[in-house]
């Protein structure tokens, strides 16, 4: 099940890199994992958090893993409760 994607998402990726992003009709060469994590290549994008299991993957992924958050890091580095759990690992 897909859950909808952040607006971080839309905002700094999914907007920008519709067209080459694949989808059942079109070949492209971004393939989406989930509501917030892609795949290009040997590299995946996860855009802040996503469902347990897809993080779980990310995580786990044996090439280069691209991590993109937007939060207030300096803020966060007061109170690291602001912060999803995986930026914490």
Known sequence: MMHKALPTTDLYFSHSCRPLIK???R???IVRESANSFRC???FLL???DQPDVMEKALA???PLIY???DDIPSAASSPALL??????
């Open 61 to 63: 992924w044996s090439g």
């Open 27 to 29: 070949r492209g060469l």
């Open 47 to 49: 855009i802040r958090r």
């Open 68 to 70: 993109l958050i937007d």
């Open 84 to 89: 999803p759990r995986i930026e914490h690992a």
């Open 41 to 43: 290549g040997n590299r």
């Open 23 to 25: 989808r059942w009709w």
